[in-house]
């Protein structure tokens, strides 16, 4: 930039911080793929209009060969591990 100063465009990892806590999504992707009748899991950090994260949403997919998957049971699991803020709600 003119005149010596840095511009942040984004994060290049996929640390967010939501309630007062810094997690990095990849650590909870990997708790929760972890989980009974996971096969992967993928989370993402749902902003509002002035760019601050709200909640936490994540996607499974069921393991074929497994038990079926409930994800009550997923959730419950998860929240053993993390604070109440942090499980995915979505």
Do not use: C, F, N, W
Request: hydrophobic residues 50%; negative net charge.
């Amino acid at each position: 930039m003119p005149g010596g100063g840095v511009e942040i465009l984004a994060r290049i990892d996929d640390q967010v911080k939501l309630r007062g806590y810094r997690v990095q999504l990849g650590e909870i992707e990997a708790l929760l793929a972890g989980q009974s009748g996971v096969d992967a899991a993928a989370v993402v950090a749902r902003v509002d209009d002035g760019g601050l994260v709200t909640h936490l949403d994540a996607y499974l997919t069921a393991a074929g060969d497994g038990p079926a998957l409930s994800v009550e049971q997923v959730r419950a699991a998860v929240g053993l591990h993390l604070p109440a803020a942090l499980v995915p709600t979505g």
